[in-house]
């Protein structure tokens, strides 16, 4: 909603938007209202996913559980979330849902993606493993073999790294290790890890 506008119901269940500060009524959402539709919506996982979403987002109630139904309601004002995201279990699907407003697009993508290519930290080549031995599990390099890979498998759910929140993956194409954190986790790696500098490159700068 645009600043000072809000969804009420009248005695009858009808829907109308007020603007608190200045005492403006309309049964129209007000121009400049952020909007929810189904292409904001996103698949969290099934049940045991719960992780990704709680003490972050609020649940809806069991009562709802059709993602077009549900966005219908927010577009509508039947259903108020001042948040502007929120999760629901989709009884068909089962799988649960973030929905979100489209000026929540930044929560969204945190939750949804919280392992992404910013959250990337070259270590350096081989021979430079004590960069991060003891401090972060190495993967299978005969599975997981570049960094987008490992980042499909740790939002998708195939791989936890939850705690500590980062990884580190051999990048066959690049020679490369990368350590690959949560993006909850950037003070903490900062604190733990230094990134390699390519010393070819540094003297380039030169």
Known sequence: ????????????GRVYYLNAETGESSWDPPAGA???????????????????FHS?????DRSYTSVSSTVEALQEG??????????LFSASRGLYYL??????QDLADRICF???MDQVMCMGP??????????????????YVSVTQAIEALNLGELDFSEPGWCVVFSESQQRYYLLF?????????ATFQPWRDPDEEAEGH
């Open 114 to 116: 919280p392992w992404n």
């Open 99 to 104: 929905v979100w407003r489209q000026d929540r």
């Open 34 to 52: 952020c909007a929810w539709s189904i292409d904001y919506t996103y698949a969290l996982g099934p049940e045991g996913h719960e992780y990704k």
């Open 126 to 143: 081989v021979g430079l493993e004590d960069a991060f031995a003891n401090r972060a599990a190495l993967l299978e390099k005969d599975v």
């Open 182 to 190: 949560h993006c909850d986790k950037a003070a903490d790696v900062a």
């Open 56 to 60: 972050k987002v609020r649940m809806l």
């Open 78 to 87: 039947t259903l108020i979330v001042e948040e502007g995201i929120c999760v």
């Open 1 to 12: 909603m645009p600043p000072g506008w809000a969804a009420h119901q009248d005695q009858e």
